[in-house]
């Protein structure tokens, strides 16, 4: 049987990439440190389960010492400072929670123990109530003077959306730190084409938190020649200075 912590299998220890998250490991790290699992296992009463990948107890705790990390339960909603609630136990089916208070508004970034890890995007985000949101249209890959950027080219099309919705952004009083949620479109069923767009919304910063996303691969796009748009909802922080509003 497939446990959330630790495990005994053929007289060896084994350790589940969930039983990782409750020592205080982040995906990054197991990838970094431990690479491929040592096996994969499923619960055979459970049918059409996943594989849940295993790592040796021994190889964890040999990581521990030379990479510098140190285990430790986490709290039920992940690991925050002022955290009442440090010496809870999560349940398999709690979220680990990245949470931060970036120009005093608390953010947190939800990734669900029971789903795949995501590379660098969480699963949802959540604001406190009473947080001052915004809504963005579709950023497109436009100028100043309307003209196109970018054609046949979506990796540049993208380098000019990110930086459209910086400006979307910067006119709300908020930036790309503040981004709870996007979802990004490319014109193509190709996906190589998708993955080189991503990689320039990875590089924007847009995948620090990691703020939650959906890419999607569409048929076509409102302007001629458009190849990226991307939408978002962000918060705006208190104090932040918001440009005049024009009827």
């Known amino acids: 049987m497939v446990s959330w912590g630790t495990q005994e299998e053929d007289g060896r220890r084994y350790v589940s ?9 982040t995906g990054g790290s197991v990838r970094r440190l431990l690479g491929r699992p040592d096996r994969l296992s499923v619960d055979p009463r459970v ?3 996943p594989q849940v990948r295993l790592y040796r107890l021994e190889r964890v705790e ?3 010492r030379t990479g510098g990390l140190r285990p430790g339960v986490v709290s039920r909603w992940g690991p925050w400072e002022g955290n009442s609630d440090a010496g809870s136990v999560p349940r398999p089916d709690d979220r680990q ?3 931060h208070r970036p120009r005093s508004v608390m953010i947190q970034r939800v990734t669900s123990p029971a789903l795949f890890p995501p590379p660098t995007y969480s699963h949802a985000s959540v604001v406190e109530a009473g947080t001052k949101l915004a809504f963005l249209a579709g950023s497109v890959p436009l ?3 309307g003209e196109l950027v970018g054609a046949g080219d979506p990796v540049r099309q993208a380098e000019q959306v990110i930086a459209n919705l910086r400006e979307q952004l910067r006119a709300v009083g908020s930036d790309l730190e503040h981004v709870l949620a ?7 069923s190709e996906t190589a084409v998708l993955s080189a767009v991503w990689e320039v ?5 847009l995948s620090v938190g990691p703020h939650a996303s959906t890419l999607l691969g569409v048929a076509c796009l409102g ?3 458009q190849l990226v748009e991307i939408t978002a909802t962000a918060v705006v922080p208190e104090g932040r200075k918001q440009e005049v509003v024009r009827p």
């Open 223 to 225: 302007y001629t020649g």
């Open 17 to 25: 990439l969930a039983g990782l998250r409750l020592r205080g490991w």
């Open 97 to 99: 929670v990245v949470r």
């Open 182 to 188: 996007t979802d990004v479109y490319v014109v193509s």
């Open 62 to 64: 040999a990581a521990e």
């Open 143 to 145: 100028d100043a003077e």
């Open 47 to 49: 049918r059409g389960a």
């Open 201 to 205: 919304v990875e590089a924007s910063g």
